[in-house]
């Protein structure tokens, strides 16, 4: 299946830990997100990368940091977990940075505890 | 900078009663709009963009700049529309969606 795909789907873990979320997709194209959705359902960018350059970074803890080995891949690290972390994470991905839709991967659902 | 807004966090229909789901947005440009969809506990999906101007599940949205408004339709609701939609607009020289707060639909049978 052509897909944005991020393992794991669900995380459950304790405060402080690190965690890393993956993101991938196989759609050929060249700029991938990481967008939030709180508790409130709200939505928000935190990254994007374009070819494997960040071009967007929201007002985000530096405890979270996006890796893209090539552009097929972005992955998501978070340091020390904290209670306010807890949300889905959803990868996205596009064909570059203007004028294209925006396909959502499954969500991966993290819980701190 | 670019805001959109849904003035209604739930909205509940019953089965075969038409349905509104409002968006307003502000922006300096010429925007790109959209429509998304999430199912219970699913990715979200593309709706609806306002430049393909077509009709997906009997759904359509007109872009209305002089309100600035892009409103989602549907003359008769099923009980599958039951999901959260988010209207979303993307800045005409980026890559960035900013998203509404969504739209908690119930189709009532």
């Known amino acids: 299946d052509t897909a944005v795909s991020q393992t794991p789907k669900y995380l459950v873990t304790q405060m402080g830990n690190d965690k890393s979320i993956k993101c991938e997709q196989n759609l050929g194209h060249d700029t991938m997100y990481w967008y939030k959705q709180d508790s409130k359902k709200f939505l928000k960018i935190m990254f994007s990368y374009n070819n494997k350059e960040l071009i967007i970074n929201e007002t985000v803890p530096n405890r979270f940091s996006p890796k893209s080995p090539d552009k097929a891949h972005l992955n998501l690290h978070i340091n020390s977990l904290e209670l306010g972390d807890s949300a889905v994470y959803f990868c996205?991905?596009?064909?570059?940075?203007?004028?294209?839709?925006?396909?959502f991967g499954e969500g991966s659902w993290l819980t701190v505890v | 900078a670019q805001r959109v807004t849904q003035p209604e966090k739930l909205l509940s229909v019953f089965k075969g009663a038409p349905v509104e789901l409002k968006c307003n947005y502000s922006y300096s440009g010429s925007p790109e709009l959209f429509w998304y969809v999430q199912y219970s506990r699913q990715r979200l999906q593309l709706l609806l963009r306002h430049i393909s101007r077509e009709s997906i599940k009997g759904f359509t949205a007109d872009l209305n700049k002089g309100e600035t408004s892009f409103h989602l339709k549907k003359p008769f609701a099923q009980e599958e529309d039951s999901a959260m939609y988010y209207c979303?607009?993307?800045?005409?020289?980026?890559?960035?969606?900013?998203f509404g707060e969504g739209t908690q639909l119930t189709v009532n049978p």
């Open positions: 996205a991905s596009s064909q570059g940075t203007i004028g294209n839709t925006i396909y």
């Open positions: 979303a607009l993307k800045e005409t020289s980026g890559s960035r969606l900013t």
